[in-house]
């Protein structure tokens, strides 16, 4: 009788799980890369000033001498601030169209492959749109103040200023995220621009209160965020009284009425956001 012995070969040892990145890090890195991909070069960031700053630096004071504005508001001012309300859109919206670009021939599928949280991607690219739009901010005003706009400045009211601007530049960006990754094609997307980044400001009380708009324009306009970050940045640099806040509010107290506009822009800024991760997780598994 022949015995046959059988050899069971040892059980393969898979190695060790790739290690997870730190999401600091990883945070870091992709905020390097999108800032070199989309802020590489002078022109990039200087664009995207050019329509702001001819309404700060050349309609504004042109308007000024034909329009008033009524309650000791200086128009060139008043104006210099709404421009922020178009400044901070329309560069958002350069960096959405980013998205799209890496998206069809740049590294997001090895991004998404790389073992990190995806929604790092997300704000990795939220972080360089908003020091691209502090740039343009600072030298928005600088020029404002040049051509003679005038602010009333305290720290309780550039405290007020930066939140508000930095709330409605985290909506801007949610808002851009989204449509980039719902929208397929680059020239479909800046079809979009207009809509999204430009209309609203003409219905914000941006030239004109908001109560100079039909009445049913003045409901809607109360709606947008814009409406509010606006009224908040004027309260902290142009009107101490609040009358944008009031038209919008109906209230006698400033302070709360732009805690009270502070929150809805806050709150469209969260809603945005965990809307532009889902839609960008969405595009990510298809």
């Known amino acids: 009788m022949t015995t046959i012995t059988t050899t069971v070969p040892a059980p393969t040892r898979l190695g060790p799980p790739p290690a997870r990145v730190k ?7 992709l905020s390097r890369r999108r800032f070199a991909l989309s802020a590489s070069t002078p022109r990039e960031l200087l664009v995207p000033l050019l329509t702001p700053i ?10 000024a001498k034909m329009v008033g504005i009524g309650n000791g508001l200086d128009y060139k001012t008043y104006v210099a601030v709404g421009t922020v309300g178009l400044l901070v859109p329309l560069s958002c919206m350069f960096a959405g169209l980013g998205v799209i670009v890496d998206r069809d021939s740049g590294a997001r599928r090895e991004l998404l492959a790389a073992p990190i949280p995806r929604p790092l991607l ?3 690219n939220l ?3 908003l020091v691209v739009s502090a740039l343009q901010l600072v030298a928005l005003m600088v020029s404002a103040i040049l051509r003679g706009a005038s602010f009333d400045v305290s720290t309780s009211g550039i405290a007020w200023f930066v939140a508000a601007a930095l709330a409605f530049a985290v909506f801007s960006y949610g808002l851009a995220e989204t449509l980039a990754n719902r929208i397929p094609k680059q020239e479909e997307y800046i079809g979009a621009v207009p809509a999204f980044a430009i209309l609203p400001w003409f219905l914000a009380g941006s030239l004109f209160p908001i109560k100079a708009l039909p009445a049913g324009l003045a409901v809607f306009a109360k709606l947008l965020p814009l409406t509010h970050a606006l009224a908040v940045m004027r309260y902290a640099l142009v009107d101490p009284h609040g009358t944008g806040l009031h038209d919008i509010w109906g209230m006698s107290n400033p302070t709360a009425m732009a805690a009270m506009s502070l929150a809805v822009v806050a709150a469209y800024a969260v809603v945005l956001t965990m809307v532009a991760i889902k839609a960008f997780n969405r595009v990510a598994v298809q």
């Open 23 to 29: 999401p600091l890090s990883a945070f870091a890195t």
């Open 122 to 124: 997300v704000f990795g």
């Open 54 to 63: 001819l309404f700060a630096v050349v309609i504004a004071p042109a308007l």
């Open 127 to 129: 972080s360089v749109a």
